[in-house]
């Protein structure tokens, strides 16, 4: 993901989520060295993106999205195989991410990959009325290498 990608990007993200960050919250992400890709398809149209911050052993999934048009088709699938190979190849053992408690579809893929839930936050998340939870979920990359991936 570069600069030049953001107004893109946060179209995407507006269309995507009620709550969508802001074109600052992507480029304070790029700012901060934050992993950050764009995936497109072969006309060159962003179909979706991800971004990802490493503290040590640990990466955190920040931000993923899919333009709605392209939902269901398999992007989030390949776009979160990316994620974890890329974590673990620069030695994280732990992968960790929010979603909303609603959100339900993207709570199925996680666990389709070994994604478990490891705690509630409280009202992390802007709601229509009030604030709403977020799971916190976790994936063992440690586990992972044993075993062959994914």
Not at 20 to 30: A, E, G, I, R
Not at 36 to 52: C, N, S
Not at 94 to 112: D, F, G, I
Not at 114 to 140: S, W
Request: charged residues 20%.
């Amino acid at each position: 993901m570069l600069d030049d990608d953001l107004a893109e990007v946060h179209g995407i993200e507006t269309s995507a989520n009620r709550f969508p960050w802001s074109v600052k919250n992507f480029s304070d992400s790029l700012d901060a060295g934050h992993h950050a890709w764009v995936y497109i398809d072969p006309y060159d149209v962003i179909i979706g993106f991800a971004i990802v911050q490493l503290v040590l052993d640990e990466a955190h999934l920040l931000n993923i999205c899919v333009r709605p048009d392209m939902q269901g088709q398999g992007y989030g699938r390949r776009i979160l195989e990316h994620i974890i190979d890329h974590a673990m190849s620069k030695s994280a053992t732990l992968l960790v991410l929010e979603v909303r408690q609603s959100n339900q579809r993207a709570q199925s893929l996680y666990e389709q990959f070994g994604f478990n839930e490891m705690t509630v936050r409280r009202g992390y998340y802007p709601a229509e009325q009030g604030r709403e939870d977020a799971i916190l979920m976790g994936l063992d990359l440690s586990m992972l290498s044993v075993f062959g991936g994914l």
